[in-house]
Nanobody, 125 residues
Framework: QVQLVESGGGLVQAGGSLRLACAAS????????IGWFRQAPGKEREFVAA????????DYADSVKGRFTISRDDANNLVYLQLNSLNPEDTAVYYC??????????????????WGQGTQVTVSS
C-alpha cells in the first residue's frame, strides 16, 4: 500500500504557474504508476496526467497538453505536476493517485489503488 499527500496548491492569477507535489510513502512507491486527476465544482473527476513506473511513459489530457508537465523523483518518492499558463477553467481540487496495475488503464480513476487528500488550485480572472 502507498500513502500519498499532495501539496503546492493555492490561488493564482490567470496566466500564472504552480508546482504541485505528490509525496509518496509506504511500500515501494517507485513501483507504481502515478496519475493526477482533478475535480472542479459540479464536475466529475477528470484525468489530467500520468507517469509510469520508471518514467518511461507519460500521458496528458488534451486540455492540459503543452501547459502541464508531470515528472517523478523516485529517489525522494515525489511526483510533480508543473502547471503553466493557468486559466480559470483549471480551477479544481487536484489529486494524485497510485496504480499498481496496467499502464493502458491509466486514464480511469477506478483503476487506481491509493489516493491523496487533494490540493486546491484556484485561478482567478
Amino acid at each position: 500500500q502507498v500513502q500519498l499527500v499532495e501539496s503546492g496548491g493555492g490561488l493564482v492569477q490567470a496566466g500564472g504557474s504552480l508546482r504541485l507535489a505528490c509525496a509518496a510513502s509506504g511500500r515501494t512507491p517507485s513501483g507504481y504508476h502515478i496519475g493526477w486527476f482533478r475535480q472542479a465544482p459540479g464536475k466529475e473527476r477528470e484525468f489530467v496526467a500520468a507517469i509510469s513506473r520508471g518514467a518511461g511513459s507519460i500521458d496528458y489530457a488534451d486540455s492540459v497538453k503543452g501547459r502541464f508537465t508531470i515528472s517523478r523523483d523516485d529517489a525522494n518518492n515525489l511526483v510533480y505536476l508543473q502547471l503553466n499558463s493557468l486559466n480559470p477553467e483549471d480551477t479544481a481540487v487536484y489529486y494524485c493517485a497510485a496504480d499498481s496495475g496496467y499502464w493502458y488503464q491509466r486514464t480511469g480513476s477506478k483503476n487506481y489503488d491509493s489516493w491523496g487528500q487533494g490540493t486546491q488550485v484556484t485561478v482567478s480572472s
